[in-house]
Antibody
Framework: QLQLQESGPGLVKPSETLSLTCTVS??????????WGWIRQPPGKGLEWIGS???????YYNPSLKSRVTISVDTSKNQFSLKLSSVTAADTAVYYC???????????WGQGTMVTVSS | DIQMTQSPSSLSASVGDRVTITCRAS??????LNWYQQKPGKAPKLLIY???SLQSGVPSRFSGSGSGTDFTLTISSLQPEDFATYYC?????????FGQGTRLEIK
């Protein structure tokens, strides 16, 4: 069964770049029909979609974050990654990776990883 | 961006109750509407997609309806494991956006 697992630093300093990786197991990231997305959730708040990527490298981002976000894919490792630059305390959140079926719905999620932005 | 507004923001109910949560979009989104359940400390779980299709493995007491701008999630008979926060999400246009959530609590 397909599983997703986020990894990366739990603490990032203000103005630096947040970097996370999502490892896909139990299936191929190169499957057609699936994008792979990042969603975040600040403590006690709702969900915000960050962006998604297709295995070919095609991306689409939330315009509110687009200037700071880069999502990339490594099909040889069955992984995709998130980079968010110039972070502030407002970027403190649980970050989830998820399978994005045809850019229509997030049907499988990772467990999430908490990232705190603080000096 | 399309704004998604859920009501109520919180709801108290008892085991066995029938519960309905509403989600309204700021413009028509056809049937590009999904519902998720999130329990504390856990990732969201897809319940309903395309407004009314039940995700595989989800109990049949969950159902969804609506199109255009108004949607509902109904739980026909609440079970103890259903107490959680529920989110709607539109995938009609970029950026995909979520409602603010409805917290379902035990009465």
């Amino acid at each position: 069964q397909l599983q997703l697992q986020e990894s990366g630093p739990g603490l990032v300093k203000p103005s630096e770049t947040l970097s996370l990786t999502c490892t896909v197991s139990g299936g191929s990231i190169s499957s057609s029909s699936y994008y792979w997305g990042w969603i975040r959730q600040p403590p006690g708040k709702g969900l915000e979609w960050i962006g998604s990527i297709y295995y070919s490298g095609s991306t689409y981002y939330n315009p509110s974050l687009k200037s700071r976000v880069t999502i990339s894919v490594d099909t040889s490792k069955n992984q995709f990654s998130l980079k968010l630059s110039s972070v502030t305390a407002a970027d403190t959140a649980v970050y989830y990776c998820a399978r994005d079926y045809n850019a229509l719905r997030f049907d499988i999620w990772g467990q999430g990883t908490m990232v705190t932005v603080s000096s | 961006d399309i704004q998604m507004t859920q009501s109520p923001s919180s709801l108290s109910a008892s085991v066995g109750d029938r519960v309905t949560i509403t989600c309204r979009a700021s413009q028509s989104i056809s049937s590009y509407l999904n519902w998720y359940q999130q329990k504390p400390g856990k990732a969201p779980k897809l319940l309903i997609y395309a407004a009314s299709s039940l995700q595989s493995g989800v109990p049949s007491r969950f159902s969804g309806s609506g199109s255009g701008t108004d949607f509902t999630l109904t739980i026909s008979s609440l079970q103890p494991e259903d107490f959680a926060t529920y989110y709607c999400q539109q995938s009609y246009s970029t950026p995909q956006t979520f409602g603010q959530g409805t917290r379902l609590e035990i009465k």
